[in-house]
Structures are given as structure tokens and as C-alpha cells.
């Protein structure tokens, strides 16, 4: 059935709705005259789709506009109604107030995503709405798939802004400057995005804190306007790109983790953030040098690795890259199958659960199937082949997430060349997951004696060598930095170190404190693991003494709402039914499919 269709039906009983949020994945026409005209004191309106739905004209209700009449079943007469307005607007900025009542919108919100319209349409309602502070377009599709609007329709940000500070443009001193405005087109090439993003900025939105950039990653102009002309107070930010990036050296969305304080949310889910810029004790390059006999994990044309300073950090999209090339190796201890080392994993995990303490809501993406020439620390010409994940087993770390007790929402999966997320299907026979890799997730993992027991029993005997071989690698290298302390002292006297923890030396980004550093100390290391798993024990035996009662148990997540691991469901389910879904044979799910 048409989504108009269905629309039209409920609006009748949406009289005194304040909030409407549409998320459609089918192509779709629209008429937000009669949305207004249903819903008058509408505050929020926000329509997405996965696809493209066409908004036909004109918006503003009757009441307030009566010079049309027009219905939806006259979408020729729209279409050339939407064209006058579009060229009228577009040649001549006159008088407008006077086309309008003294009737206006509640509307304080308006955020469209991959809409087709004319933008004279939008300029009329904003004649209406003196309450808007938020405006975001995003992803306008030019091209229409209905034979009645052959011809592109064309988005012009310039005269948007002109429009918005024209003299005669009724509600001129109450809309700017807006809180939130962003305006980006699908398919459509700018050479000058970074100069018109922030014009846009300064003339429409300067006291905002939240920013929305159409970029695979931040530009070094972008960075300097971020950390100077705004003065470096942002709180939202957004890098939406339909295309995956492919990763640069130095990605400057580091250099800005490293150096912004006030950040709360940060969605970038097509931007590869190279999980060697967050190894600050360098040991990715130590597990390639063992395993593959090769040098230089590192590259000087990288940047140093850093300690975001955004630990109020409550949303994070991002997804995730390595450099590090080790798909030679067969040892299962450390790599997974598929090429990627768990100290990867473990990195991640680990890192995002001590920096960043109050996540709300986690989406991490690795990339799957990427094939290309890139830059990589090997030599021109070398090239990834190998799948990267993250991993779920229990030695990759993944119950290091459980630090986030205030998590509501998590997400983890991989992404193709489309941008897509990539189902679960047949993924448990990959990775092979036992209960003891997911059981602290649940309550009933730590209720329950024998499956306590079967992690320390994991814990004594699958990873007792791979502890002792930490151990004396840590004292390896502690050996060399004493080694490289003192003979740097000798040569140069009063010389000071700053990162004693790395053999390289390098100056580390953001955060200095010692605390940190000290949380991160065994950062990569299996024995952050096994400290996690003796803390959750730790735990139940504690809140035992102190509530009084027994069988008191460690709760992962306590808020958690819903939970997506490698699954392209649009919502997620529960921990317990995904935990189930994970540990299920693929062959089983044909059975139980209809518990999706």
C-alpha cells in the first residue's frame, strides 16, 4: 500500500501530535500540506528513507496560503505550480509577506533525508515557521522517478541563504541564527564544499554546536575552523558520505578527537578510523614483527596515535581500519580466521571502554571483502587483501564493552564496498563462538556456578602461555626503554621522555593525565581481558556482602535497550535473543526465523 495512502488514514486521529519521525524503505510521494493541515501544533517533523520520496506541493496549509487549491490527485498542476514558485523565487527575491496570514506554524525541527522537492516549496514554508532553529537537508535527490518530473530539480544553498536574509522575508529576525543547519545534495560533486560549509555556518547558524559536513573526513581547513573560528565548543558532530573512505595516513578526524573536550556525539559511520592511531604503546607493530619477521608496522607519514579528550563522549558511529597487514600467519592464538590479529579487537574494545566511560549509544563497523592499492606501512604497491572484523570470541576482548554501564544501544557489524552492513549468516561456523565467548553478557552467566567456572577455567589453561609470553614481552621492552632512557641521557644531558611505555618515543596526542595512562597500561594485552573477567567476579562477591543476600550477580548493560551484532535488521533485539541468535547454528535459524 502506498505509504500517502496509509498516511492519510492516520493523520485524522494525529490532531494534537507533537513529534513525527518517518523512516521508510520503499520509494514514496508525500504531501506535507496535509501533514500541516492535520497536525497543527507539529513541532518535530523528521522523514528519512533508505531509498528517495518525492514531497509534493506546495506545503503550507490553506489556511495560511489560500491562493492554491490544489490536490494530491493533480500532480501535473503541482509540478507546474512548484515550478512557477521555484523560478519565481530563483529570479526575483520581492515582497512576501504579503501572500500569507497571520496564521504560522509551530514547526521547531525540520530534518529531511534523501527528498526530492522543489525548493520553493521549502523557502514558503519558511515564511511560516518563526519558531524553526533546526534545519537539516541531507542527501536531496535531484532526479525524480516519476515520468511527470522528467527534468532535475536543482538545490542551491547560496539561495537559500540569501532568501532566509532578505529584508522582506517575514520571520528574518526571529529564525537566524539557527541552532542546527546542514545542507547537502546526493551525487553532486563541490570543489569548494569545505568554503561553502562554512559560510553557510556563519551566516545561518554561528553559535551552533552542532555540525553536519557531507565529507569521507575532515579537511585541515575544516579542522582550523572547527578549533579556531567556532572556538572549539562543538558537542554534535556529523560526517555523513555515501561512498566508504579509503583511509589516509594522517586522517585529520584524529588530530580533532584528540584536541575537542566538549564533544557528546560523534557519527561518522563510512570513516575509517585507523586502529593503529589508537595502539599508543605501539604493540600492533611488535605482533607483526613477531609473526611475520617484517619491520615498520608503523609509518612515519602517520601520525602519532593519541588519547581522545572527549571522555564525555555519549554517541559514537565509526568504523574501523587497520594497516597492519598479517594474514600470513596461521597462528590461531592470535589470529583469527580471516586474517585479522585480536589484539585488534582488543584495542578497540579496550581503548573506547576506558576513554570513552559514558557511551549511550556504540556503533562500531569493521570492513569486510576490501580490496585495493592503499597506502600501507609494507611499500608502494603493496596492497590489503585480507577481511578485518571485529571479533566476539572471548580472547578478542569484547567483554571489555561491559566497563560502559550506562550503554543503551550497541551495534556491531562489517561494511562493504556499498556502505552496507553485512548479515551474520553462517558467521558462527567462521568464527566458531561458544557460550563461555557471550555467556557474561547475561545474567544467568554469572548466576550460575559452572559457567563462572568455565571462564577461570578458560582463563588457567587456554591462556596460561599466552599470559606468561605477555609477560616477558612487557619485560622486553621495558628492558629496551631503560636501554634507550639511559643512553639518551648520557648523550644528551637533562633530557626528559614523555612516553616510556613506547619504544618508538613518539609524542602522544590529547589527554596527558596519569590516570588514563594508567588504565591504558595493557592496552592490546590479553591480560586486560583476564582483568575484566576477575573484575565482574569481583563484583558479585562485593554487591553480595553489601545488599545482604545471596545469589546477588554482576549485570552487563544494566540500561541496555537493544543490541545488533552483525545482523542488517533496521532495530536490534534484546541481549538475551541476540546472544541466542549468535550462538544458533545457521542451519537452526531457518527453524526459528519467525523469533526475528
Known sequence: MDVQVRLSRLLPYMRFVTVLKLTMKMRANLDLRTVF???????????????????????VPMEIFPSSTLSLQQPQLQQQEDHDQDHELKTKQGPLSAAFSSKVLALRELVLERAHFYQASLERLLCITPYLDTLRLIDLNRHSWLASYPAPVEYDQQRLIRFLQ????????????????????????????????????????PTSREMTFYVEDLSVPLLKYLREEVANVVTTLELRYNDIHRFSPDPVLHRYMCSSPHLVHLKAPNTFYLVDLLDIHGRMESVT???TGRTGGTNSLMGPPGIWVC??????????????????SSNSTTIATGGTPKINSRIVFGYISRVCPELKDLQLRAAENFYWPAWTPHGDGATITQRQRLHLTLDSGFCLLARLTRLEQLNLGCISWSGASTGFVSRNTVWNLELVDLD?????????VRRREMRRRVIAERWEYLLYEERVNKLQEAMET??????????VPHSTTTNTSNTNKQVLRGRTDPEIH????NLGLLVDVKDMLEEMEVENER??????????????????????????????????REVRRLLTHPQDLIKTSGDR
Request: include cysteine; charge should be positive.
Open 289 to 291: 614483527r613477531r609473526i
Open 482 to 491: 631503560n636501554w634507550w632512557v639511559s643512553r639518551t641521557r648520557k648523550m
Open 543 to 576: 554487591q553480595g556482602k553489601e545488599e545482604g543476600r545471596e545469589g546477588w550477580y554482576f549485570k552487563c548493560w544494566p540500561m541496555l535497550r537493544w543490541m545488533q551484532i552483525y545482523h542488517s535488521t533496521e532495530y536490534g533485539r534484546s541481549k538475551e
Open 166 to 205: 532578505n529584508p522582506s522575508f517575514p520571520q528574518q529576525p526571529k529564525i537566524i541564527p539557527l541552532k542546527s543547519f546542514s545542507f547537502s545534495i546526493a551525487s553532486k560533486l563541490n570543489h569548494n564544499h569545505d568554503r561553502d560549509i562554512q559560510t553557510a555556518y556563519k551566516e545561518l547558524s
Open 311 to 328: 571522555k564525555n563522549l555519549e554517541t559514537l558511529h565509526l568504523s574501523f581500519r587497520a594497516t597492519s597487514n598479517t594474514n600470513n
Open 518 to 521: 594508567e588504565q591504558l597500561k
Open 37 to 59: 493541515t492535520q497536525c497543527p501544533d507539529l513541532q518535530v517533523l523528521h522523514i528519512r528513507t533508505t531509498s528517495t520520496f518525492r514531497l509534493l506541493g506546495p506545503w
Open 440 to 448: 557474561w553478557i547475561l545474567e544467568e552467566g554469572h548466576r550460575d
